[in-house]
C-alpha cells in the first residue's frame, strides 16, 4: 500500500516541477490544446449525429411497438456515446502524446537532466521519425489492449450490483495503468526499453502505477482538464520511470548544484 502514496507523489512532483519551470509548462500544453480540439470535435458529432447512426444500424426496430423502439435506441444512443467517452479518456494521452512527442521529448529530457546526480540524460540516438514511428506502433499496440478491456468491463456492466460498484472501480485502476504506460513511455523509450520490458516494469510495480495512474484518469475526466496537467503528467512519469529502473533522483540544491556544474564544464 505505501507504493500507491509513492506513485501519488510523483505526480504531485511532476506538477509541481512544471510550475517552477514556466516556459516548459507552457511549450508542453500545445499538444494537449491542439487534441483538445480533435476530440471535442468528435464529441460533438457524436453526440449530433449518434441518434441517426444507431437508427441506420438498427433497421429492426422500425416495426417496434411504442415505446420500446425509441427507448432501445435511446439507450444504445447513451452507449455510444459513453464508449466515445471512454475511448476518449483512453487514447487521449496517446494522441496527445504522439502529436507532441518533440514537445514532450525535450520536456523529458529536461527532467531527466534537471533530477541527475551527474546532470546528464540517456539519448535514444533514434532520428525524430524512426522515435514517432516507435511510438505509433506501441501506442496502436496498447490501445488494442485497452479496447479489450474496455469491451471486457462494458459486458461486466451489466451482471447485478457487481457492475454498478466494483466494475467501476476497476476501470479506473485499469485507465490508471494504461495511462501510466503512455506517459513513462516518453523516457523508457529513450531508455531503449520495449513495449514489453515497460509492462514488465509496470506490473512488477502495480500499485505504485496505480497510485501515479488511477489520480490522473480520474482527473482527465473533468473537461479540459487533461490539458493543463499533461506537462506535469510527463515530468511525473519521467520521475517514476527513474523509480522504475531504480536510478538516482536528486532533488533541490543537489540538482541546481550538479546542472550548474555541467554547464561550467
Not at 52 to 63: E, I, K, S
Not at 110 to 129: A, C, F, N
Amino acid at each position: 500500500m505505501r507504493d500507491l502514496g509513492v506513485g501519488f507523489t510523483y505526480l504531485l512532483k511532476g506538477q509541481r516541477w512544471v510550475a517552477r519551470h514556466g516556459r516548459q509548462y507552457g511549450f508542453g500544453l500545445v499538444p494537449g490544446l491542439l487534441t483538445l480540439v480533435l476530440y471535442a470535435a468528435a464529441l460533438v458529432a457524436l453526440a449530433v449525429w449518434g441518434e441517426d447512426f444507431v437508427g441506420w444500424a438498427t433497421p429492426f426496430a422500425d416495426d417496434w411497438s411504442t415505446p420500446w423502439a425509441g427507448l432501445f435506441r435511446g439507450f444504445l444512443t447513451a452507449v455510444l456515446f459513453a464508449l466515445g467517452l471512454l475511448l476518449a479518456v483512453l487514447t487521449f494521452t496517446a494522441v496527445t502524446l504522439l502529436i507532441g512527442q518533440p514537445f514532450y521529448e525535450s520536456l523529458s529530457e529536461k527532467v531527466d537532466r534537471d533530477v541527475s546526480p551527474d546532470g546528464t540524460t540517456p539519448e535514444s540516438g533514434l532520428p525524430l521519425w524512426r522515435e514517432l514511428w516507435v511510438s505509433a506502433r506501441d501506442s496502436l499496440r496498447i490501445l488494442l489492449r485497452a479496447l479489450v478491456w474496455a469491451v471486457l468491463l462494458f459486458a461486466l456492466g451489466f451482471v447485478p450490483v457487481v457492475g454498478q460498484t466494483v466494475v467501476p472501480v476497476m476501470g479506473f485502476f485499469v485507465t490508471g495503468f494504461f495511462l501510466t504506460e503512455e506517459l513513462v513511455a516518453v523516457s523508457l523509450q529513450r531508455r531503449d526499453v520495449d513495449l514489453r520490458a515497460r509492462l514488465a516494469l509496470l506490473r512488477a510495480r502495480r500499485t505504485l502505477v496505480w497510485g501515479f495512474g488511477t489520480p490522473l484518469g480520474l482527473a482527465f475526466l473533468v473537461p479540459f482538464v487533461a490539458v493543463f496537467l499533461m506537462p506535469g503528467a510527463v515530468a511525473g512519469a519521467t520521475l517514476l520511470a527513474r523509480e522504475l529502473l531504480g536510478e538516482e533522483i536528486c532533488e533541490g540544491d543537489t540538482a541546481e548544484a550538479a546542472e550548474e556544474e555541467n554547464a561550467a564544464s
